[in-house]
Antibody, heavy 121, light 109 residues
Framework: QVQLQESGPGLVKPSETLSLTCTVS?????????WGWIRQPPGKGLEWIGS???????YYNPSLKSRVTISVDTSKNQFSLKLSSVTAADTAVYYC??????????????WGQGTLVTVSS | QSVLTQPPSASGTPGQRVTISCSGS????????VYWYQQLPGTAPKLLIY???QRPSGVPDRFSGSKSGTSASLAISGLRSEDEADYYC??????????FGGGTKLTVL
């Protein structure tokens, strides 16, 4: 079955760059679907960060676009998130997810378990 | 402030039917599919309803979704204690931005 697993540092200093990787198993990223990142600050709701296709085509949340880069490595069946110039407001549980694709983008049908990233000095 | 508007809380007793609303605009719900997610405490969200009213395999038929104009609803019939969770609606907007509701905390009394 399809599984996603986030990995990366759990603590990042203010003004530095947050870097996370999502490793996909049970499905080849190259076979299709979009792949996305969503975050959830403690006690708050979900916020979409962005999505990427295996070709490298991306869509980003306009409110984060200037700081976000999402990339894909099909040889490792992974995709990654970089968020620069972080502040305490970027403290959140970060989820990676598979995004269904039909005539248009669809729902996130498989999710990673999430990883808590805290921004603090 | 979330783009889609949900009530912060809802409640019901076991066996009851509960509905959760989600309000958007013509550029998101009005012209695109609505999705619903269930998030149990301490876990990742789970896709509950896709394309307005479709249930993924394994989701009980007690859960149903509907959409009318720029609003959508999630209905849960035969409420059970294990349904106590946060529920989120979501949609894509016409500029291919993913938008979520603020979430509704469902309490089973």
């Amino acid at each position: 079955q399809v599984q996603l697993q986030e990995s990366g540092p759990g603590l990042v200093k203010p003004s530095e760059t947050l870097s996370l990787t999502c490793t996909v198993s049970g499905y080849s990223i190259s076979s299709g679907y979009y792949w996305g990142w969503i975050r959830q600050p403690p006690g708050k709701g979900l916020e979409w960060i962005g999505s990427i296709y295996h070709s490298g085509s991306t869509y980003y949340n306009p409110s984060l676009k200037s700081r976000v880069t999402i990339s894909v490595d099909t040889s490792k069946n992974q995709f990654s998130l970089k968020l620069s110039s972080v502040t305490a407001a970027d403290t959140a549980v970060y989820y990676c997810a598979r995004v269904e694709v039909g005539l248009t983008l669809g729902g996130e049908d498989y999710w990673g378990q999430g990883t808590l990233v805290t921004v603090s000095s | 402030q979330s783009v889609l508007t949900q009530p912060p809380s809802a409640s019901g007793t076991p066996g009851q039917r509960v509905t959760i609303s989600c309000s958007g605009s013509s550029s998101n719900i009005g012209s695109n599919y609505v999705y619903w997610y269930q998030q149990l405490p301490g876990t990742a969200p789970k896709l509950l309803i896709y394309r307005n009213n479709q249930r993924p395999s394994g989701v009980p038929d007690r859960f149903s979704g509907s959409k009318s104009g720029t609003s959508a609803s999630l209905a849960i019939s035969g409420l059970r204690s294990e349904d106590e969770a946060d529920y989120y609606c979501a949609a894509w907007d016409d500029s291919l931005r993913r938008v979520f509701g603020g979430g509704t905390k469902l309490t089973v009394l």
